[in-house]
């Protein structure tokens, strides 16, 4: 599915933030990436869509290099490729069926996506989402009006609208409480398992990574350290991620 080699990026030269990453991520499943802040872990999933230009290596997502494309053969890419922000990114004065139709701005063309004029498809695919994260009676709320974890779950929608093949999400539990977070994840993992879309999500919480995930990959100083199964994942190799072992108790 997704291919990443040799994968560096600097923002100040001489400084890199990430050092040779090589990943293979398969069709199906849950990767969580863990890691002290300023390790790279962000800076790894937004590269992977070229949020964040990489400064050397290949990323092959379904048969292309994602790093070599143009900028119009990159938005064609993009449409693959969802993803779920930890600040939910929703255009806070729209609807929220107005923010998940958003997720097919790639699929219609300027005109009608400025006259808001969606196919009937699309808009029956919304209220299905909206059912799936459960906010069926939402269609007509203003962003800015939702909680936390209700913004969460449009981001979710609105990602899992594009039919995409692969779903980063950057954090997505941080700014939420331990309770909204579980919810978040269990909606997410559910959504990957049953539609097929393998899922590789960035985040601070070792123990919510443990539980949803399939595979983890442990990060320190720009580089991967580990790579395996949440039940490989020791207390001594926790500290060689994330450095000594006074958090740990």
């Given at each position: 599915?997704?291919?990443?080699?040799?994968?560096?990026?600097?923002?100040?030269?001489?400084?890199?933030?990430?050092?040779?990453?090589?990943?293979?991520?398969?069709?199906?499943?849950?990767?969580?990436?863990?890691?002290?802040?300023?390790?790279?872990?962000?800076?790894?999933?937004?590269?992977?869509?070229?949020?964040?230009?990489?400064?050397?290596?290949?990323?092959?997502?379904?048969?292309?290099?994602?790093?070599?494309?143009?900028?119009?053969s990159l938005r064609q890419a993009r449409r693959h490729i969802g993803m779920v922000f930890q600040e939910y990114n929703l255009v806070e004065r729209l609807t929220v069926m107005e923010n998940l139709l958003?997720?097919?701005?790639?699929?219609?063309?300027?005109?009608?996506?400025?006259?808001?004029?969606?196919?009937?498809?699309?808009?029956?695919?919304?209220?299905?989402?909206?059912?799936?994260?459960?906010?069926?009676?939402?269609?007509?709320?203003?962003?800015?009006?939702?909680?936390?974890?209700?913004?969460?779950?449009?981001?979710?929608?609105?990602?899992?609208?594009?039919?995409?093949?692969?779903?980063?999400?950057?954090?997505?539990?941080?700014?939420?409480?331990?309770?909204?977070?579980?919810?978040?994840?269990?909606?997410?993992?559910?959504?990957?398992?049953?539609?097929?879309?393998?899922?590789?999500?960035?985040?601070?919480?070792?123990?919510?990574?443990?539980?949803?995930?399939?595979?983890?990959?442990?990060?320190?100083?720009?580089?991967v350290v580990f790579d395996g199964p949440p039940g490989e994942l020791t207390d001594s190799m926790l500290k060689s991620i994330y450095g000594g072992e006074d958090w740990l108790h």
């Amino acid at each position: 599915m997704l291919s990443i080699k040799r994968l560096s990026k600097a923002y100040v030269a001489g400084k890199p933030v990430l050092i040779d990453i090589d990943l293979e991520i398969a069709s199906r499943g849950i990767t969580a990436i863990i890691g002290a802040s300023g390790t790279g872990k962000s800076t790894l999933i937004r590269c992977i869509n070229r949020l964040v230009e990489p400064t050397s290596g290949a990323i092959e997502f379904e048969g292309r290099d994602l790093v070599k494309l143009s900028r119009a053969s990159l938005r064609q890419a993009r449409r693959h490729i969802g993803m779920v922000f930890q600040e939910y990114n929703l255009v806070e004065r729209l609807t929220v069926m107005e923010n998940l139709l958003s997720g097919r701005l790639g699929y219609v063309s300027a005109w009608r996506a400025w006259r808001r004029k969606f196919p009937p498809a699309d808009i029956a695919r919304a209220f299905e989402l909206l059912d799936v994260v459960g906010l069926a009676g939402f269609a007509n709320q203003r962003a800015d009006s939702l909680s936390g974890g209700q913004r969460q779950r449009v981001g979710i929608a609105r990602a899992v609208m594009q039919q995409p093949s692969l779903l980063l999400a950057d954090e997505p539990t941080s700014s939420l409480d331990p309770k909204t977070s579980v919810e978040v994840m269990q909606l997410l993992t559910d959504i990957a398992r049953e539609r097929g879309i393998p899922v590789v999500i960035n985040m601070h919480d070792v123990e919510l990574a443990k539980r949803f995930s399939d595979r983890i990959v442990g990060m320190a100083g720009g580089k991967v350290v580990f790579d395996g199964p949440p039940g490989e994942l020791t207390d001594s190799m926790l500290k060689s991620i994330y450095g000594g072992e006074d958090w740990l108790h």
